[in-house]
């Protein structure tokens, strides 16, 4: 059974860091391209950051490029999402969800966790 | 960017009924990367159809997802009591955006 698990999230001053973690089981991890998608409360999906397998293919939503990084160790079936320069409207829930295929980041996505929540306030 | 445009932002209809859900996009998706997912409150999405008409594993007949270029429909054949939630359709074909989703409530 495929199991996505975030973590790291929290409540966080504007302008400081968080760095998130999604912890992939029962499925293959470095055959995957892997992805964070958010919604802030109340709101829609927006898709936030995109890995492929290798890491050979990176990309970002433009209101997180600079800000965000995202990363994956294959030895520990890990996603990671380390975000700075956090800004109130970063506040959402984090999910990490996983891509039907490895070596391109545009796919649907057939799994998803289930979400861990960043709120950025003073 | 692609903007997907869904209609209507509500839809009230009764179990048993057929529904009809529509997302329009800005620009052509190419080769018909289009994706369908279902989200109950408080859970995360699933993915309902992808590729326009594909459904997803596990996913009940009853869903059929249709359309190519800019118009797309996912329509819910007869409602059951589990399908009353979000839907949201996501594009693939030009980065990945979403569009606003589609409440379907019960009457």
């Known amino acids: 059974e495929v199991q996505l698990v975030e973590s790291g999230g929290g409540l966080v001053q504007p302008g400081r860091s968080l760095r998130l973690s999604c912890a992939a089981s029962g499925f293959t991890f470095d055959d995957y391209a892997m992805h964070w998608v958010r919604q802030a409360p109340g709101k829609g999906l927006e898709w936030v950051s995109g890995?492929?397998?290798?890491?050979?293919?990176?990309d970002y939503a433009d209101s997180v490029k600079g800000r965000f990084t995202i990363s994956r160790d294959n030895a520990k079936n890990s996603l990671y999402l380390q975000m700075n320069s956090l800004r109130p409207e970063d506040t959402a829930l984090y999910y990490c969800?996983?891509?039907?295929?490895?070596?391109?980041?545009?796919?649907?996505?057939?799994?998803w966790g289930q979400g861990t929540l960043v709120t950025v306030s003073s | 960017e692609i903007v997907l445009t869904q209609s209507p932002g509500t839809l009230s209809l009764s179990p048993g009924e057929r529904a009809t859900l529509s997302c329009r996009a800005s620009?052509?998706?190419?080769?018909?990367?289009l994706a369908w997912y279902q989200q109950k409150r408080g859970q995360a999405p699933r993915l309902l159809i992808y590729?326009?008409?594909s459904r997803a594993t596990g996913i009940p007949d009853r869903f059929r997802g249709s359309g190519s270029g800019t118009d797309f429909t996912l329509t819910i054949s007869r409602l059951e009591p589990e399908d009353f939630a979000v839907y949201y359709c996501?594009?693939?074909?030009?980065?990945?955006?979403f569009g606003g989703g589609t409440k379907v409530e019960i009457k």
């Open positions: 590729g326009a008409s």
């Open positions: 620009q052509s998706v190419s080769s018909s990367y």
């Open positions: 969800a996983k891509a039907p295929s490895g070596s391109y980041l545009e796919s649907s996505f057939d799994y």
């Open positions: 890995i492929t397998w290798s890491s050979g293919i990176i």
């Open positions: 996501q594009q693939y074909g030009s980065s990945l955006t």
